[in-house]
């Protein structure tokens, strides 16, 4: 299993998700461009020493990215997906895609993805923050799969 942000905007956010790799045995992919230089010190600040524990592979954009970790199956994040990711059998070999903070993923990237899932969040509200989000979809993915960390 895998986490993949496209074009994350936010070096905290990326830096969280790091660590939520490293501590639940996670590589993380980054699909450029990026809203931040890749060695912005907010990284590191998040990520803290545990981004020495989390393989960490950056792709060039979309296509890259896809050619790359073909066959396994890509699974967007959205809020507009119909499914809940609690309805939803996750694969071990599965990609988590989160799309950037501000407009997530365009539609030709969202048609590309093999399934589209979203949380369960009340109507009043438009969505989570992406690490906040990332740790939820991994934990049930992982909880289903039978890969969470002993």
Not at 74 to 103: I, M
Not at 128 to 134: D, E, G, V, Y
Not at 139 to 144: F, H, P, V
Request: aromatic share 8%; glycine share 8%; with cysteine.
């Amino acid at each position: 299993m895998r986490i993949a942000l496209y074009e994350p905007e936010i070096a905290g956010n990326v830096g969280a998700i790091l660590r939520l790799g490293a501590c639940m045995g996670v590589d993380v992919d980054l699909i450029e461009p990026m809203g931040f230089v890749w060695d912005d010190k907010r990284v590191r600040r998040a990520a803290m020493d545990y981004i020495d524990h989390v393989n960490v592979t950056r792709h060039a954009g979309f296509s890259a990215f896809k050619q790359a970790i073909t066959p396994a199956r890509v699974v967007l994040f959205t809020t507009k997906a119909e499914q809940y990711v609690h309805d939803f059998r996750f694969e071990p070999n599965d990609v988590l895609l989160f799309g950037k903070e501000s407009a997530g993923v365009s539609a030709e990237v969202a048609q590309a993805c093999e399934a589209r899932v979203r949380i369960a969040i009340r109507p009043q509200v438009r969505s989570l923050n992406l690490a906040i989000a990332s740790a939820l979809a991994l934990g049930e993915a992982l909880r289903q799969t039978g890969g969470l960390p002993g």
